[in-house]
T-cell receptor
Framework: EAQVTQNPRYLITVTGKKLTVTCSQNMNHEYMSWYRQDPGLGLRQIYYSMNVEVTDKGDVPEGYKVSRKEKRNFPLILESPSPNQTSLYFC?????????????FGDGTRLSIL | QKEVEQNSGPLSVPEGAIASLNCTYSDRGSQSFFWYRQYSGKSPELIMFIYSNGDKEDGRFTAQLNKASQYVSLLIRDSQPSDSATYLCAVTFPPSGNTPLVFGKGTRLSVIA
């Protein structure tokens, strides 16, 4: 089954404790992206990757890191999480990064930073 | 400034009626337009995409695009209670080669049985 898989689905942690949210897709998609969704602010892009070893900032990259060493994986790293990073996070992928490709979303990761 | 505007709602329609959801965007050069449905606590799910002016129909859903007026709409015919969700409009902005896909904040639709 074609899917985008995120782990963990839920996480409660404390300020400053490094964490990684994994994202994996099995569709051989070139393009992958991370979003956060907050009430009243909608979905905002954090980082995206057009292909292996190619990443770039989205609209809200501060406090996050990403890497793309393999085509299928695109982990989101919070080196020193803070309470303002409490949010619902979605990973998405599409066949390519060209403008007309619809994105497929993972099930989301709800992070709470205390 | 990349902006995608949607009325937050809630938009309430009776079961069986037509629901009309609207979206405006800020850049005349935008080329690709998507509608996603998102149930509470779930991930966005693609409903339709449209690239050319005019109407595109898929089952009970019709997307309408007017690039001159910079708006895109989604019509849901014969609305069902299961259509109750938040509908996200997403638009790509130039320059090409990079994403960027910008989402509106969504319109909450409530279909009343």
């Amino acid at each position: 089954e074609a899917q985008v898989t995120q782990n963990p689905r839920y996480l409660i942690t404390v300020t400053g404790k490094k964490l990684t949210v994994t994202c994996s897709q099995n569709m051989n998609h070139e393009y992958m992206s991370w979003y956060r969704q907050d009430p009243g602010l909608g979905l905002r892009q954090i980082y995206y990757s057009m292909n292996v070893e190619v990443t770039d900032k989205g609209d809200v990259p501060e406090g996050y890191k990403v890497s793309r060493k393999e085509k299928r994986n695109f982990p989101l790293i919070l080196e020193s999480p803070s309470p303002n990073q409490t949010s619902l996070y979605f990973c998405a992928s599409s066949l390519t990064g060209f403008l007309n490709q619809p994105q497929h979303f993972g099930d989301g990761t709800r992070l709470s930073i205390l | 400034q990349k902006e995608v505007e949607q009325n937050s709602g809630p938009l309430s329609v009776p079961e069986g009626a037509i629901a009309s959801l609207n979206c405006t965007y800020s850049d005349r050069g935008s080329q690709s337009f998507f509608w996603y449905r998102q149930y509470s606590g779930k991930s966005p799910e693609l409903i339709m995409f449209i690239y050319s002016n005019g109407d595109k129909e898929d089952g009970r859903f019709t997307a309408q695009l007017n690039k001159a007026s910079q708006y895109v709409s989604l019509l849901i015919r014969d609305s069902q209670p299961s259509d109750s969700a938040t509908y996200l409009c997403a638009v790509t902005f130039p320059p090409s080669g990079n994403t960027p896909l910008v989402f509106g904040k969504g319109t909450r639709l409530s279909v009343i049985a």
